[in-house]
């Protein structure tokens, strides 16, 4: 059934991909190869091409039968960011909402945007136009050149690319919008622009089908600066917008790129080759040299070593590996060499549950603009209902000429209804209190997290990085009888200094801080797990855990009271000993944050229910709860333990806030209502999380809740001055005051009174930046102010 590659095969299969695991492979550079049913197959391995020869029928079939397989496989599942149950293989647009859709799990170091990259050109090249085109419409009928009608003529050049160009995605999202009976904001946007440029583009072509009273500075009046506003406005909050989305998909690509490349695989030869970690297969052995990143996970079945679990477990003690033992894919080897057993590969490792996880909670989340989409689609209905009312009105009903009435009314309706100030409403004061936090050191990534976080009530938090510092320090010595406690630490020091475990850099940290002059160490040797020994001053002197002792035959009789003091609260403890003694004992600790005690009493105070969930052990995560007054404290938890934690308090109807700063936090980061980052700690949790405290001060979450609580009575201030404004607008519009006043609002003065309406929205907007910079403490005062409205 197989032949060399030498041989000619009888027919192409599919040659870009392997039927066994769904990778690509090129045919042309593989050695491994085989022929079934005529056809020739490429393999990745020779354990693919194996698995194929003992049941190539199987193989074929299932090829044959789930083509959506491999459309997950090769990561073009598209979903959309608002509506995240739209799924589809390949690009489109969302049914809903109109929305591109995106990758819903973007491949490592993919960061194009198709879209972003689109509507960032046509903003880039048409906003000079809408510059000028304003600036004629404004300062035009002061200047004696040119004349009003060629003023109208140069306006129609300028506005045009603007509207049919950059304007286009707009009138596509309108039109589908209508096509699917799902009428959103973008009805409403492209109804706006089509009936101020349509009408401008009348005006302008045939001026004289216009009553004379419409005339003003010798000219029909034109809108095309409106247009031209409208959509350069409408592309510049896209371009923000999808900017933001970026940093979502930024999150994943940086947990995708934790695991290396490739793993070196031990043949059954006993040669070794380095493959791509694509290829590498439940059952592998793979050789893992120091200081390489652990490819998959698996089980060690040959040396020791001390592994980095740091980045799933937020812990920054190593952790001893022998036979047996179990390791995980992209945490860091250290200084022995391991062969493993591949046990888990691809998406059934560890790491790649949690990119799963980050992406789903990412995905479940609503917009934070739901109120405006709530009453979207009544909004859009009236205001159409009410124009096409106010055309067949006019024209049945009104005055000579009553159809040109009819025309000019409706499409004041449509323009005065545009929603710029509704559009407007929330960005803007996004806009300023994003501003204003920063200057307090807080950063939030996107509208959603300054709306949720008043409402926080519970607030789960990380231990190590986040209520403590992160790093051992020294805690305490306490020295054997007769030996003096400054020896004791400068011989451990000296011992410690060819360490590069964390216990040890804190020894050596506080013998240095205190002067304490260090001697050279000679026939230095790490104990996977149990502690160092080595040669100072010609004494042999042993550094590590009690089994260390143990095993040497030193009795450890210090204290006991001494030593349950420190380990209560949550201390590692070394002891130091010469073959034939023990010299003392060392304790080293992650200490608590000066700012978690006052942050901690500060949010209980305020009604935040305060829950410790941390990876390291029970003991200690006590020890710390105790210290800051948490009653609530879970230990030895795993990263999927933690969203479980987020999400039961959500299903108690608790708003949920989660603040960590580790890789392993990132999951509870996405599931949480509000995800609070470390500005200390590491790049993937800061872009899960959508809040981060730059200087890793807890204290700062108050401020960023004051401004919560400024910002969405700001906001809701404005929508509620925008749906009044179009209230009271649209009946004007109409024509409603024409029988007891005379009264007609012109398509002018209804841009006019949309344009003011925008402005007053700023305005009331940039209230919110009073007082930026200010300090933790002063914050909240003016900005509850402002939220009194």
């Known amino acids: 059934m197989t032949h060399p590659r030498t041989a000619e095969p009888d027919r192409a299969a599919d040659t870009g991909r392997d039927p066994v695991c769904g990778m690509r492979v090129d045919p042309a550079r593989t050695p491994y190869h085989a022929s079934y049913g005529g056809l020739d197959y490429a393999f990745c391995s020779p354990r693919c091409r194996d698995r194929f020869l003992a049941d190539p029928g199987a193989f074929v079939a299932a090829r044959s039968a789930a083509p959506a397989a491999v459309v997950v496989a090769t990561g073009t599942v598209y979903t959309c960011p608002m509506h995240p149950q739209i799924r589809q293989p390949g690009p489109g647009s969302c049914p809903i909402c109109g929305m591109a859709l995106e990758p819903a799990l973007p491949a490592p170091g993919d960061e194009d945007n198709p879209e972003l990259r689109d509507f960032s050109r046509r903003f880039a090249w048409t906003l000079p136009l809408t510059i000028l085109v304003l600036l004629l419409a404004m300062l035009g009928h002061g200047l004696r050149w040119p004349s009003p009608a060629v003023r109208s003529w140069i306006e129609l050049l300028l506005a045009t690319p603007v509207v049919a160009w950059a304007g286009a995605p707009f009138f596509l999202r309108c039109l589908q919008s209508i096509r699917r009976r799902s009428p959103n904001m973008w009805t409403l946007i492209g109804l706006g622009v089509a009936a101020a440029y349509l009408y401008s583009v009348a005006a302008t072509i045939a ?18 600066e409106a247009a031209a506003v409208i959509v350069s406005l409408t592309l510049l909050g896209q371009v923000l917008e999808l900017r933001a989305r970026s940093k979502t998909s930024a999150a994943i690509r940086a947990l995708l790129g934790l695991a290396p490349k490739t793993a070196r695989r031990l043949r059954d030869d006993g040669a070794e080759e380095d493959v791509p970690l694509s290829h590498v297969h439940v059952g592998d052995r793979l050789r893992v040299r120091p200081g390489e990143k652990v490819p998959v996970d698996g089980t060690v079945l040959e040396g020791r070593s001390s592994v980095d679990e740091s980045m799933l477990t937020g812990e920054p003690m190593p952790v001893g590996k022998g036979e047996g033992a179990k390791v995980f894919g992209a945490t860091l080897n250290g200084t022995g060499s391991l062969v493993i057993r591949a046990d888990q590969v691809g998406s059934a490792t560890v790491l790649s549950q949690i990119v799963q996880m980050v992406a789903q909670a990412q995905r479940s989340r609503a917009p934070m603009q739901r109120m405006a989409d709530r009453v979207a689609v009544g909004f859009v209905l009236a205001v159409v209902a009410v124009a096409v009312a106010t055309f067949f009105a006019w024209g049945l009903l009104g005055p000579e000429p009553s159809w040109t009435y009819a025309v000019l009314n409706a499409v004041s309706v449509l323009i005065i209804a545009c929603p710029c100030a509704l559009g407007l409403a929330t960005p803007m004061s996004i806009m300023v209190a994003t501003g204003r936090a920063a200057g307090a050191g807080v950063l939030f990534r996107d509208a959603e997290a300054i709306e949720r976080l008043r409402s926080v009530d519970a607030l789960v938090v990380d231990k190590t990085g986040t209520l403590t510092e992160g790093r051992p320090a020294f805690r305490a010595s306490v020295p054997a009888t007769g030996v003096d406690e400054a020896e004791l630490l400068r011989l451990a020091a000296s011992l410690d200094q060819g360490s590069e475990h964390p216990l040890g850099d804190a020894i050596v940290a506080e013998a240095r801080r205190r002067g304490l002059a260090l001697s050279p160490v000679r026939a230095f040797e790490s104990v996977t797990g149990l502690g160092v020994h080595g040669e100072v001053e010609g004494r042999a002197l042993r550094l590590g855990n009690r089994r260390l002792m143990e095993d040497a035959g030193i009795a450890v009789d210090l204290s006991a009271v001494a030593l349950d003091a420190l380990r209560s609260e949550g201390a590692s403890v070394v002891f130091l000993a010469t073959d034939e003694r023990l010299l003392g004992a060392i304790a080293v600790a992650d200490p608590i944050r000066d700012s978690a005690i006052d942050a901690v009493a500060a949010l209980r ?10 990876g390291d052990a029970d003991t200690t995560a ?8 948490i009653d609530e404290v879970y230990g030895d938890v795993r990263p999927q333990d933690k969203v479980a934690l987020v999400r039961r308090l959500r299903s108690q109807g608790r708003t949920v806030a989660m603040a960590g700063d580790g890789i392993n936090d990132a999951p509870a ?8 980052a470390m500005g200390t700690g590491t790049d993937v949790a800061m872009s899960t999380a959508q809040v981060t405290l730059l200087k890793g001060d807890l204290r700062r979450i108050a401020t960023a809740r004051a401004i919560s609580e400024a910002t969405v009575a700001n906001m809701r201030q404005n929508l509620r001055f925008a749906f009044v404004y179009n209230a009271l607008g649209v009946p004007i519009a109409a024509g409603v005051l024409y029988p007891f006043t005379g009264l ?3 398509p002018m003065i209804a841009a006019l009174a949309m344009s003011l309406s925008s402005v007053s929205v700023v305005m009331n907007a940039l209230r919110l930046g009073a007082g930026q910079g200010a300090s933790p403490r002063s914050a909240a005062a003016p900005l ?3 939220a009194t409205g």
């Not at 105070?605 to 941390?614: E, N, S």
């Not at 006590?622 to 007054?629: D, F, K, P, S």
Request: aromatic content about 8%.
């Open 784 to 786: 509850r102010a402002d």
């Open 605 to 614: 105070a305020d009604g935040v229910r305060i829950v410790m969930a941390t």
């Open 207 to 224: 001026p004289g089908a216009f009553p004379t009273s419409f005339r003003e500075h010798g000219r029909v009046g034109v809108y095309f």
């Open 622 to 629: 006590h020890a710390v709860g105790r210290r800051l007054g």
């Open 744 to 746: 007609l609002l012109s």
């Open 669 to 676: 980061l996405a599931a949480a209502d509000v995800g609070i």
